[in-house]
């Protein structure tokens, strides 16, 4: 009996073993290294004089700001581009600010906010072509979050060099499902572009709407990490809400953070609620206090990416899946948020390549990146009505509207650099200008 037991034990062991053997994986990819070039936070502070120099051609861009007649943009974590944008048909470079472990900006009342990795630094705008550094609130970022990256010895990375070193991974490798890891003192990834959007993202500020203000805030697009609204100053790392007062605007004081849980993206103000965008949700905050958000509601959806705007209480939100945002497929959702405890789904567009938006005077623009800048018309309730145009010689990324003029100022992806638009009450195009990237 105890013989029959055996062999029918080896029978099945032998049955599963088969199974297994079945479905082992086959998939493989390939990745190549690079060294980090660092930084301590002693050398980077004691560069207080955060030089001005002539313009200089703009590379790697990863955002934009508008003030006035100042458009900003940042070669990221390295310093600021900064044009004269009063004519937008011939936008002229007047400097570039060296400013290392700079990525998000914000400015109010011709104060320019930048995060300088984790400290948060104040210039006088008094005049453009040679901000003046008035104030540094130091530690406030997180050393291992999208503003700062920062190796476990403590240096700073200001860049990465490819070593020439490639090799294959399968599925069965620990690593595998990474976008990128860290192996024998370097970093791992399809490419140099993966490796530096793993370790830093994007963290561009946003604007001020709805309530009353005597501020004069500028204007960021959708994909904002930073924000300023009734005189604060509001900045979100993957996880965390950060919250500055600005009652003393050259020296910002840190008053709280909030735990938001991971994934968090972007952030957007409408009248005295802050609106923040997850992988997960779309988190509500009341700001009525502004220095003591209160958490009022979240708006889950599926695992996407989730840039968030607000106009005449609904939100405008695009979802993208992908590698880095987790699921398939893309769509706009409009969501009721007049009552803001309770926000309720509208509508649910199908779309392709959703990325950053804007909503302005009826319409919505939208950023479709390879599909280029589509133009929709909004029904008197505000949903989804026909597409009026689209551009689609631009890989667009993100807008800013301005509608004062009926202007857009679009980031594109890769070459394609900034694209200014003029557009009509019908909602169609005419190109103006492009500040194209060095190559």
Avoid at 281 to 303: C, R
Avoid at 346 to 361: N, R, Y
Wanted: net charge negative; proline share 5%.
């Amino acid at each position: 009996m105890n013989r029959l037991f055996t062999l029918a034990l080896l029978a099945l062991l032998a049955i599963t073993l088969s199974g297994c053997i079945e479905e082992t994986c086959n998939e493989r990819r390939s990745v190549s290294s690079f060294e980090p070039v660092t930084t301590t936070s002693g050398e980077w502070r004691n560069n207080s004089t955060f030089g001005c120099f002539a313009p200089q051609p703009v590379c790697n861009t990863s955002g934009f700001y508008v003030y006035g007649d100042y458009l900003f943009m940042v070669e990221q974590n390295e310093g600021l581009h900064i044009y004269d944008n009063s004519d937008s048909d011939n936008p002229r470079p007047i400097t570039f600010m060296d400013a290392p472990g700079g990525q998000g900006i914000a400015v109010r009342n011709d104060i320019l906010y930048i995060n300088q990795y984790t400290d948060l630094v104040a210039f006088s705008l008094d005049n453009p072509e040679k901000p003046e550094l008035v104030g540094r609130t130091e530690d406030v970022f997180e050393p291992y979050s999208v503003f700062a990256q920062v190796l476990p010895d403590g240096d700073f990375v200001i860049d990465w060099i490819p070593t020439g070193e490639r090799r294959t991974i399968d599925c069965d490798n620990f690593n595998f499902s990474q976008n990128v890891f860290w192996e024998d003192d370097v970093a791992w990834g399809a490419n140099v572009e993966a490796v530096r959007a793993d370790f830093s993202n994007s963290a561009f500020a946003n604007t001020s709407t709805g309530s009353p203000s005597p501020d004069v805030v500028g204007q960021g697009g959708s994909l904002a990490r930073f924000t300023i609204s009734n005189g604060t100053l509001y900045a979100v790392d993957d996880s965390r809400l950060k919250v500055f007062d600005l009652s003393d605007a050259e020296n910002p004081v840190y008053a709280d953070q909030v735990n938001l849980g991971w994934g968090i993206e972007t952030i957007f103000p409408y009248e005295d609620k802050l609106f923040i965008g997850s992988t997960t949700g779309m988190h509500i905050y009341d700001a009525s206090n502004p220095t003591a958000p209160e958490h009022l509601s979240t708006f889950e959806h599926v695992l996407s990416c989730d840039p968030v705007v607000v106009a005449n209480d609904l939100a405008y939100v695009t979802l993208w899946g992908g590698r880095d945002c987790g699921s398939v497929g893309d769509q706009l959702e409009i969501i009721d948020v007049s009552d803001a405890r309770n926000p309720r789904s509208l509508q649910i567009t199908p779309m392709s390549s959703s990325h950053g938006l804007g909503v302005a005077e009826g319409k919505l623009f939208l950023c479709a990146q390879w599909e280029g800048l589509k133009v929709f018309d909004l029904t008197d309730e505000g949903l989804l009505g026909e597409q009026l145009s689209v551009i689609d010689n631009i890989n667009a990324r993100d807008v800013i509207v301005l509608p004062a003029n009926n202007e857009l100022i679009v980031l594109g992806y890769a070459s394609d650099g900034v694209q200014q638009y003029d557009y009509t009450d019908q909602g169609q195009l005419t190109p103006t200008s492009r500040i194209n990237l060095c190559d």
